[in-house]
């Protein structure tokens, strides 16, 4: 008769109402000492994790920093609602664009999604405290069998089981990689944030660089109407005999030089207008929100922040993703750290193993106890890459204080261009009015015959000169109000689950993948600036 091998069972019993072997007292103490050491393993799971625990670094100069930003007004830093800077220029059409472009930018839509992506990522690092094997197995076999012409014998076995293994976290490897993975969530929060910044910066900049665009193109064009106006007038007298041909060809030099102007401010239009299209993910020269505006650039009340709390330097989203950045990676470095400890796991299997013969019995099998795994010759590995990850945390500790260093680089030059924009805006205003003052008598001048032509065409250049940096100036001063609003890190709002990914984009990937609550569940917000790490495990992320 063909018998099948078995392994021995801590248990042998017959189902169906079949014989059962008891179990000897010895394995009952064998059973109790494994209940100890789950028991053990419990508590030893709620040590302390290996590895630093992070803090945000600190930067020497930070507390020091109170720059005088340059300005006339007194306006407090906290008085400023920086969320929606925007609204103090008093344009709807402006204000539209943004709302606009926070729904519709790709960018912005990228960085939402990131956010998604990282609670699933967080949902991995989080099952990996239950246990990490929970596996079903089953298995058939038909087996046939001949010998030497003998009868052909044949039979079929079939056995199934279940398995389940526990690593104990002793040393905080998973608590370490959830801390990692929850850092690594706050970190694409603050990310998104920091795009909603930007795109804020960039609508409002592209909107009134292309008002300063046609403003620039209205004086060329007024310029060449009083230039050719001047050139016909010349060509007049030349034809009478009563001026020069060298008056006619400067008139007409400078009235085509300056028409010549028009073809790249209006390329330079284009180009904008086709740049903020992209940023609010439309085609080019689909844009009728401008086709009704005007030309106008807002008169804007003099800026002044006198004093920069470092509060609210820190809180700019690209420095609070450096920080979360940086603790994602503290927790590697306990990750790593718990590879050169030994690891305790418990493992269990419950079986059931049978075939077609009639002399052998069905068997029902149980098998639990502890296992133990130590790394002990590697040779370096591990400690190495314990090195590896300590001088990566000290790498992001450092692009931490740089990112800081840069916030504060460009709050000061945004201010400073703001405060020197203004003073030049005086200056060429009244550098403005004498130009055009000096045209008026040198044109009175030379109908009078007091003076030659030449000073007209002088004062006619100097005129669109003026004409064109004293508008450019303001464009610039604009900008530069825009640049400290973004230096300063406003522009953003917090984000909810509706507003993060839009509900066409959420029906689509929950029809493809199978989201659990993940597309509905609240976000969580980062804690307040300078708080540990702490893991909150509450991003919606299930086991």
């Not at 609670?119 to 046939?144: D, E, I, N, T």
């Not at 009563?242 to 300056?258: C, G, I, N, R, V």
């Not at 040779?379 to 450092?398: F, H, I």
Request: a neutral charge; charged letters at 20%.
């Amino acid at each position: 008769m063909l018998r099948k091998r078995r392994h021995r069972s801590v248990i042998k019993m017959r189902v169906k109402g079949k014989r059962l072997n008891h179990t000897p007292r010895k394995k009952v103490t064998s059973c109790l000492a494994v209940g100890v050491i789950v028991c053990g393993a419990f508590s030893l799971s709620a040590c302390a994790p290996l590895g630093p625990n992070y803090q945000d670094p600190d930067v020497d100069w930070l507390a020091r920093w109170q720059p005088e930003l340059y300005g006339q007004a007194s306006v407090a830093a906290d008085a400023l609602d920086l969320s929606i800077w925007w609204q103090r220029f008093n344009d709807p059409v402006l204000d539209d664009l943004i709302i606009k472009a926070q729904h519709q930018n790709p960018g912005l839509k990228i960085a939402g999604l990131r956010i998604l992506e990282s609670r699933a990522v967080l949902g991995v690092a989080s099952g990996l405290q239950y246990p990490q094997v929970q596996q079903l197995s089953a298995s058939g076999a038909y087996v046939g069998q001949q010998r030497g012409g003998g009868e052909y014998r044949d039979f079929t076995s079939s056995e199934a089981a279940f398995n389940l293994g526990w690593e104990m976290d002793f040393w905080g490897r998973f608590r370490r990689g959830v801390e990692s993975a929850d850092a690594a969530y706050f970190a694409s929060v603050t990310n998104h944030r920091d795009a909603q910044v930007l795109l804020a910066a960039q609508v409002a900049s592209l909107y009134y660089g292309i008002k300063t665009t046609m403003q620039r193109i209205e004086i060329a064009q007024n310029n060449v109407t009083l230039q050719q106006r001047s050139y016909e007038i010349t060509e007049q007298l030349y034809e009478r005999g009563q001026d020069s041909e060298l008056d006619l060809q400067q008139a007409k030099s400078q009235y085509l030089a300056t028409e010549a102007t028009i073809p790249g401010l209006q390329l330079i239009l284009q180009q904008q207008r086709n740049a903020l299209g992209a940023v609010l993910a439309r085609a080019p020269n689909d844009l009728p929100e401008l086709d009704a505006i005007d030309s106008a650039l807002p008169q804007l009340s003099a800026l002044s922040i006198r004093e920069i709390p470092a509060q609210l330097l820190l809180r700019r989203p690209d420095v609070r993703s450096a920080a979360w950045q940086a603790a994602a990676q503290s927790a590697q470095v306990g990750i790593a750290q718990a590879d050169l400890y030994p690891s305790l796991s418990l493992f269990g299997t419950i079986g059931w193993s049978g075939d077609s013969l009639e002399a052998t019995n069905d068997v029902v099998s149980l098998a639990a106890g502890p296992s133990l795994s130590w790394n002990i010759f590697n040779y370096g590995r591990l400690k190495n890459n314990v090195r590896a990850q300590d001088a990566r945390l000290q790498q992001a500790l450092e692009g931490y204080r740089a990112r800081v260093l840069n916030a504060a680089r460009e709050i000061d030059d945004a201010a400073s261009r703001v405060a020197q924009t203004q003073a030049s805006q005086k200056i060429l205003d009244d550098s403005l009015v004498a130009a055009e003052r000096s045209l008026a008598i040198a044109t009175r001048r030379y109908q009078e015959g007091y003076s030659d032509f030449q000073r007209v065409l002088d004062a006619q250049a100097r005129t669109f000169r003026q004409s064109d940096s004293t508008i450019t100036n303001h464009g610039d001063h604009i900008a530069a109000i825009i640049s400290l609003y973004r230096a300063l890190g406003g522009g953003w709002q917090q984000a909810t689950i509706t507003t993060l990914v839009p509900e066409p984009t959420r029906e689509l990937m929950a029809q493809r993948t199978d989201w659990g609550d993940l597309l509905e569940a609240p976000l969580n917000n980062p804690p307040a600036v300078g708080s540990p790490v702490a893991t909150s495990q509450k991003q919606g992320a299930s086991p």
